[in-house]
């Protein structure tokens, strides 16, 4: 697959015509054949972990989104494994930082909660400091993305877990703008609705 693909200007792409054009003729080829669905999760995974295989450590750019895109069709396969979970975790943590400074609230979100939901029940105690760092990109994308009860809710429950009062800080910080912002809409509602 290396051999394929090229960078240009920092992402990957492929390079010859012929070769992506041939990818996806077989891609529909095959999946007219096969149970359609399942393929096509299949395909997006595997293409995702090719991806990931030659651009891991690299700065690769917006090309992240793609291979976490990619990845995420196959949440049936990552969670058959615990230790490329942890990867995937990682990976849509940064695809969805990437996603932050693009910005893009509601995609980082979409690939924070993926990362979430991928972690195992005990990730407080197992990986606290991954949940810790989530936690709070999660809640802060939500925030930003007007969807501030999920905020609210991610919030409280960081406080809950948080170790030590450094931990809790930016949280409780957050929790109150976010508290703040909410009461500011209240009020531009009701003096809106209030004639003068």
């Known amino acids: 697959m290396i051999s394929f693909l090229t960078a240009v200007r920092s992402r990957y792409v492929f390079f010859d015509l012929l070769v992506c054009v041939a990818v996806f003729s077989f891609f529909l080829l095959h999946a007219s054949i096969t149970n359609c669905c399942r393929f096509h999760h299949q395909f997006h995974f595997n293409l995702g972990k090719a991806l990931h295989s030659v651009c891991d450590g690299k700065n690769v750019g917006d090309t992240i989104l793609v291979i976490a895109t990619q990845i995420n069709h196959g949440r049936e396969f990552i969670l058959k494994d615990d230790e490329l979970c942890l990867k995937i975790v990682k990976l849509n943590m940064s695809a969805g930082k990437m996603a932050i400074e693009s910005c893009r609230h509601k995609t980082a979100y979409a690939y924070?909660?993926?990362?979430?939901?991928?972690?195992?029940?005990?990730?407080?105690?197992?990986?606290?400091?991954?949940?810790?760092?989530?936690?709070?990109?999660?809640?802060?994308t939500a925030n930003s993305s007007c969807k501030y009860d999920n905020a609210e809710t991610i919030l409280r429950r960081i406080l809950e877990e948080a170790r030590c009062t450094k931990d809790k800080l930016p949280s409780y910080f957050l929790l109150s703008?976010?508290?703040?912002?909410?009461?500011?809409?209240?009020?531009?509602?009701?003096?809106?609705?209030?004639?003068?």
């Open 177 to 196: 703008q976010s508290k703040c912002i909410v009461s500011y809409c209240f009020v531009a509602l009701t003096w809106s609705l209030c004639p003068i």
């Open 112 to 140: 924070l909660e993926v990362a979430s939901s991928l972690l195992p029940n005990d990730h407080w105690e197992s990986h606290y400091d991954i949940s810790l760092r989530l936690g709070f990109m999660m809640a802060s």
